[in-house]
Structure formats: structure tokens, C-alpha cells
């Protein structure tokens, strides 16, 4: 009996220092990456339907990636002139005060490399990172 309490406060005590050392996702951060990308995605408004880029692996595209505690990651290809990055960073400030994100972080990367295999799956290779942009509230 002791042994299984033992067992059980420790159990508790790991579930609880790793949820705030290395907390999870959950929906909300989940909403938030939508509403960031979304927004992000109508402002900026030179992205083609996520379908064609996904398909052929080219093209500018945006994926948003939930983030803990709110800060969701924007991973955008093929968006390579500065005014451009620099519009779609306005566009990011702009949604992380709507959607009430405690920050964004955006990846500008050359573009995609992507192996698609017949019958479905695919493999990332090596992409070039142009610049990384760490927006916080209120700057």
C-alpha cells in the first residue's frame, strides 16, 4: 500500500515538473497558431491555396505551429525579398495583438525541399533558413 502512494505522489510530482518545464500545446495554443496564420495570411495576401504548395512542395506557403503558452511559430517559404518579409512581420504584429499570442516566431526559410513518394509520404530535406524574427508583445 505505501509503496503504490509512493508511486503515485511521484508520478504526480514528474507529471507536474515536466508540464512546467516543458509544457505541451494544448487547443488554445492551437487556436491562437490558427488565428495568427490566418490573419497573417489575409493581410499579406500573396500566398497560394495551402493544397497547391503542399502538392508540388514550391510555391510561398505559411505553416503555423502551435507554441506553449500562446507563442506560435510561423515557418514561411519562398518569401525571400526584404519589403516582403518585412510586410508579412507587420502583418504578424498586427495579428499577435488580435489573437492575444504572448509573442510569435518567424522562420523565413529559401524554400522548401521535399521528397514525395508514389502512394503517399513524404521526406523534408535540408532547407536554407534566411532570418529569424522573435516578435514580442508590445514591440
Request: hydrophobic residues 40%; contains cysteine; negative net charge.
Amino acid at each position: 500500500m505505501a509503496i503504490r502512494a509512493v508511486a503515485l505522489v511521484g508520478a504526480c510530482v514528474l507529471s507536474f515538473l515536466f508540464w512546467t518545464a516543458f509544457h505541451i500545446p494544448d487547443f488554445s495554443d492551437a487556436d491562437v497558431a490558427n488565428q495568427v496564420a490566418q490573419d497573417v495570411t489575409t493581410a499579406y495576401g500573396h500566398f497560394p491555396p495551402h493544397a497547391e504548395a503542399d502538392k508540388t512542395g514550391h510555391g510561398k506557403v505559411l505553416y503555423a505551429h502551435p507554441g506553449a503558452g500562446k507563442k506560435p511559430t510561423l515557418v514561411v517559404y519562398e518569401v525571400t525579398d526584404l519589403a516582403d518579409r518585412d510586410t508579412l512581420i507587420q502583418a504578424a504584429r498586427q495579428a499577435m495583438s488580435e489573437a492575444h499570442a504572448n509573442g510569435i516566431t518567424v522562420q523565413f526559410f529559401e524554400r522548401q525541399n521535399v521528397t514525395h513518394y508514389d502512394g503517399g509520404g513524404l521526406r523534408r530535406g535540408p532547407e536554407r533558413l534566411i532570418d529569424t524574427v522573435e516578435l514580442k508583445p508590445g514591440t
